[in-house]
């Protein structure tokens, strides 16, 4: 069957509207959650619309007008000359994310901070005669020497990516790659995370190429019993994945430093969801793009 869409000029597809739909629910549960409303989201999305505009959608060689992005994105003439005068919004902070991010990636990663069975050493928080030089303030040394590493340490411990052990050595927690802490916190992953899955299903859905990896293992008619063991599972492997991943990042950084102006960013992400069938869920399958 043909989309039904697809074939009609100036309409969506159906199956994307449809898509959009589905995404849509998650983040409107997020807004109602935290008292955002409808209005307030359309001024979101106003902003939004212009910069992916001005972002994507150029013409070479010409300036992107008014008259262009009231034709790409329906926003009336006045609101965008409006929102393009106005001074850029400015992100909230995410210095003690990324630091604290940094910090626990060279733990786990580097091998100078790993210790004979491959983890993370566990680290005194000042330096110490016969541990050759490794410490936590160290550690942060090495990556930043703009904040104070007992600053970074009371996140870190606050959040419950480092633990204190009862020889006041620190240690990086079993889930230290698993966000957690204040709203502000979250919301920075929250922010980072679905914004580059999204890009990378949207940079698929839209025909980028070379396609980017996106995979998802979609299963139904399961037990809870079964839905537990698999979670425990995937978390396991995932964990394994990343930590091998962030090791082979961590060396090539080093070993292959890119110039300033060719530096890229690099995300690899694992999550699992569960949830109720729905009545009209489709036989079980295996895995899907």
Known sequence: MQDQGADQPGRPPDAVL??????????????????????ALLGLLKRAYLAEAERGFA??????SDSRIALLTGLHRKDISQLRQEAPEASPPAVAATLATQVVSRWIGHPDWRGDDGGPLALPRAPRPGDGGRSFEALVAGISRDIRPRTLLDELLRTGLVIEAPDGLLEVAA??????????RLAYYFGRNLSDHL???????????PPMLERTLAFDGLSPAAIAALAAQAEALGMEMLTRLNAAAVAMAESDPPTPATAQRFTAGIFVYSAPD???????GGTTP
Request: glycine share 12%; aromatic share 4%; charged share 10%.
């Open 175 to 184: 889930a230290a790659e698993v966000p957690r802490g204040g709203t502000d």
């Open 199 to 209: 890009a990378t299903a949207a940079h698929n859905l839209t025909g980028g190429a």
């Open 278 to 284: 729905p009545a009209s869920a489709p036989p079980a």
């Open 18 to 39: 449809a898509a959009m739909r589905r995404v849509l629910g998650p983040l409107v549960r997020v807004l109602i959650h935290f008292g955002i409303p409808y209005p």
């Open 59 to 64: 013409l070479p060689g010409r300036p992107m």
